[in-house]
């Protein structure tokens, strides 16, 4: 049934690509913001993982967010389920003020309003149920993301390669080591970029499209659809008997079998593989924020050329700096209304954090309004938001520091109203 139909998408309507910023007025965004971040555990047990706090004074969406309007895509629907109140709050505050963003029409669409008997069911799911809403914006193009992945983005080239190729779907992709594979959706390309095989979080070296290589191509979750192929792609997995209303484990190795599905691989300028994390686990959350404190970060979040709005401004990159008596902060990221009166040194913190007389805070992120007891001495650790460590405490993963970064575990400290004391990170 599925092969008969016109899965193909028309021929490109702009076949010369000149006009790019044509190309993003003609396209509407869905970000999917609804997961439960249960990897993200205890983190994410009062706010869904796109609105996690990162990189000192910004939320884990804006990063989608920022991409989107910095390209020229002013049609944005941003889907919500689980633990929506804080995300919902930044949205309002930061990118629906008809100030900051006088041509931007950002929408949240809850999953107990489109669907509330279930909610959103997946990924996919959460598109279909709000397809009416896509449809409305009479936009061609279609570009569904994920809220919770930190990078920098321009998604025009990303539509112009899709349109160029007339495209059923164009799926944004990076190089991971073969290591990390599980976590992903992966594929393998012919010679012209299409893919000829995906295949979801694969389990075993046996799945993966090319068992001997140390690297694989992985979904960036990023992908582009024609709306109306889309919108009929949907409605027909909507009724598939076992479907699991995922892109990944249903419409995309689907479409791939029937029509023309392209990779678009996320590079710089000079061919090498571009910035972006998925923070998705304690881990993963703990290593991009450690990256933010490099010499020289991959990732700027006070580029003028990209800006990235903040609520406060964006966070202090202080390289060294020594106070009087034993306030000492270096290669650190240092939100608005911190008070100091320790040593920092390579942690970033976020905004109303307070480090007491005699503390030491290494390796460490600190979450909004926490505060380090007096002489403390907290190494490679994450502070959740308001908690007090108490005074003297000492929580040192530095016997980990003979490991790989990849492979260190930071601990979680959480406020005593989720659970007392230290967490060790899975």
Sequence with gaps: ????????????????????????????????AGGKGTRL??????????ALPFGGAYRSIDFSLANCVNSGIRRIGVAVQHKPGAL??????????????????????????????????????????????????????????????????????MLEWHCKRGAAVTIGCVDVPIEEAHEFGVMSIDARGRIDRFIEKPKTRAELPDVGASRVLA??????????????????????????HDFGADVLPRLIRHADAFAYPFRQAHGQPAYWRDIGTIGAYWRAHMELTD??????????????PAIGGAPETIARRSDAGRQTVE?????????????????????????????????????????????????GVIVDSGYRVPDDTVID?????????ERVQPAVLVRHDDRDGEREAA
């Excluded at 993963?397 to 970064?405: A, D, H, K, N, V």
Aim: glycine residues 8%; neutral net charge; aromatic residues 6%.
């Design 1 to 32: 049934m599925e092969s008969g139909l016109a899965w193909q998408s028309a021929k490109p309507r702009y076949a010369n690509a000149r006009e790019p910023r044509a190309l993003a007025d003609d396209t509407v965004a869905v970000v999917l």
């Design 41 to 50: 555990d205890p983190l994410t047990r009062r706010v869904c993982k796109p």
């Design 88 to 157: 919902l709050e930044h949205l309002e505050r930061v990118w629906r003020s008809d100030e900051t963003r006088p041509d931007s029409v950002i929408v949240p669409w809850s999953g107990h309003e489109r669907a509330p008997q279930s909610g959103y069911r997946g990924t996919a799911d959460a598109v279909y149920r709000n397809l009416e809403l896509v449809e409305d914006f009479g936009r061609r193009l279609v570009l569904v993301l994920a809220g919770d992945h930190v990078y920098k983005m321009d998604y025009r080239p």
């Design 219 to 244: 979904s960036m979750g990023i992908y582009v659809f024609d709306t109306d192929l889309l919108a009929r792609a949907l409605r027909l997995y909507a009724l598939a008997v076992g479907s699991r």
């Design 295 to 308: 010499a020289s970060p991959r990732m700027l979040l006070d580029d003028r050329d990209w800006p990235l």
């Design 331 to 379: 290669s650190s990221l240092v939100a608005a209304d911190c008070a100091i009166g320790g040593t920092v040194q390579r942690s970033v913190l976020f905004r109303g954090v307070e480090v007491q007389a005699g503390a030491e805070v290494q390796d460490a992120v600190v979450l909004p309004g926490a505060v380090i007891g007096r002489g403390s001495r907290l190494r």
């Design 397 to 405: 993963r530095s016997e980990q520091g003979t490991l790989p970064i």
